[in-house]
């Protein structure tokens, strides 16, 4: 029997090398076996039997074209994915981003918090799809104990709050034993002039860039800490990498890392409080009983984050709108 047709709208395709790109590539691989899957940025005209959109602003325009094509909703239903600045700015502010959340016929979260961001009549058609990532071969990587070394893994860019580990680096001027590298381009204005200027003037802050995946992966595992200071986030594909990694992490006080990292998770801080990011890097340093306690935390989470598991659940999504008849959740 033929296998049905499928559509991804992503607004961004490889050349973007983003979030997006990559849970679209992803979620293409993992329903391969069951479905013919089409990625695309801009949805004209077809015969797939189900959309997947993601971004409800950038993809209105794909998402209103299909409900055109089929406005009864009675024949090929429509899952719009949820991502940060959806979630917690544009559907506050943006009529198109609204529309697309009253197209849609199940909303895909990203984090265990997000339902709650939702307006109350909406919640009925959420459902919470934690993204996931392979854990390492090899393990968790033995870190060596001469020094911390912390990374950030974020362009550049405000929404990543750069400026929060910037200051916390300076903080930390006094302590050459604390190492703060930094991965990610600079998308936005002065940001590589000051990422340089810090360098110049703070030795244990490292700005290096743009790396590959493969290389960030590397860094992460042999991280003592990640950092993730980010002020809005749908559920960050990095965090979970070092989760999965067994590198714990300090992030920041938003739902899109609480979501992940669970609700009691204590490596967190104040968005945009650099002074307490920087206590809780002494700490990590200085107190022999935080990093194996985070790492304890951390570990009981990484089976959340399982692309077995993410897996299941985006079938099972799938199922229940190409066959209502299957029980919710079918991993058909």
């Known amino acids: 029997m033929s296998r049905p047709r499928l559509v991804i709208v992503t607004p961004a395709l490889r050349g973007a090398n983003n979030g997006n790109w990559q849970t679209a590539q992803r979620w293409a691989r993992m329903l391969a076996a069951d479905y013919r899957v089409a990625l695309t940025e801009h949805w004209e005209g077809g015969d797939e039997a189900l959309m997947i959109a993601l971004h409800a602003r950038r993809s209105a325009a794909s998402m209103r074209a299909w409900r055109?094509?089929?406005?009864?909703?009675?024949?090929?239903?429509?899952?719009?994915?949820?991502?940060?600045?959806?979630?917690?700015?544009?559907?506050?502010?943006?009529?198109?981003?609204?529309?697309?959340?009253?197209?849609?016929?199940?909303?895909?979260?990203?984090?265990?918090?997000?339902?709650?961001?939702?307006?109350?009549?909406?919640?009925?058609?959420?459902?919470?799809?934690?993204?996931?990532?392979?854990?390492?071969?090899?393990?968790?990587?033995?870190?060596?104990?001469?020094?911390?070394?912390?990374?950030?893994?974020?362009?550049?860019?405000?929404?990543?709050?750069?400026?929060?580990?910037?200051?916390?680096?300076?903080?930390?001027?006094?302590?050459?034993?604390?190492?703060?590298?930094?991965?990610?381009?600079?998308?936005?204005?002065?940001?590589?002039?000051?990422?340089?200027?810090?360098?110049?003037?703070?030795?244990?802050?490292?700005?290096?860039?743009?790396?590959?995946?493969?290389?960030?992966?590397?860094?992460?595992?042999?991280?003592?800490?990640?950092?993730?200071?980010?002020?809005?986030?749908?559920?960050?594909?990095?965090?979970?990498?070092?989760?999965?990694?067994?590198?714990?992490?300090?992030?920041?006080?938003?739902?899109?890392n609480l979501g992940l990292l669970g609700a009691g998770y204590p490596g967190v801080f104040e968005p945009g409080d650099a002074a307490e990011l920087a206590a809780l890097l002494r700490r990590a340093r200085d107190d022999a009983t935080m990093l194996p306690a985070l790492q304890r935390h951390c570990a009981r989470r990484a089976p959340l984050f399982a692309p077995e598991r993410e897996r299941q659940v985006l079938r099972g999504l799938v199922a229940e709108l190409l066959h209502p008849d299957f029980p919710a959740g079918d991993p058909r």
């Open 68 to 256: 055109e094509a089929d406005p009864a909703h009675a024949a090929r239903p429509l899952l719009l994915v949820l991502t940060g600045t959806d979630l917690y700015q544009d559907i506050l502010v943006d009529d198109q981003a609204r529309q697309s959340l009253a197209l849609a016929d199940r909303l895909v979260l990203l984090n265990e918090c997000a339902p709650q961001a939702l307006p109350e009549a909406l919640r009925a058609k959420a459902r919470v799809c934690l993204q996931s990532a392979p854990a390492l071969a090899a393990g968790p990587r033995p870190k060596t104990g001469r020094h911390l070394r912390a990374l950030m893994v974020g362009h550049l860019r405000a929404v990543k709050s750069p400026a929060t580990y910037f200051e916390a680096a300076r903080l930390l001027a006094d302590r050459p034993d604390i190492r703060l590298d930094h991965i990610g381009g600079a998308l936005e204005g002065e940001w590589a002039l000051q990422a340089q200027a810090l360098m110049a003037a703070q030795p244990g802050y490292r700005w290096l860039g743009a790396l590959t995946h493969a290389a960030t992966r590397r860094r992460i595992r042999a991280a003592h800490l990640l950092v993730h200071p980010s002020l809005l986030e749908g559920g960050a594909h990095v965090v979970i990498e070092a989760v999965r990694s067994g590198t714990p992490v300090l992030a920041s006080r938003i739902d899109g």
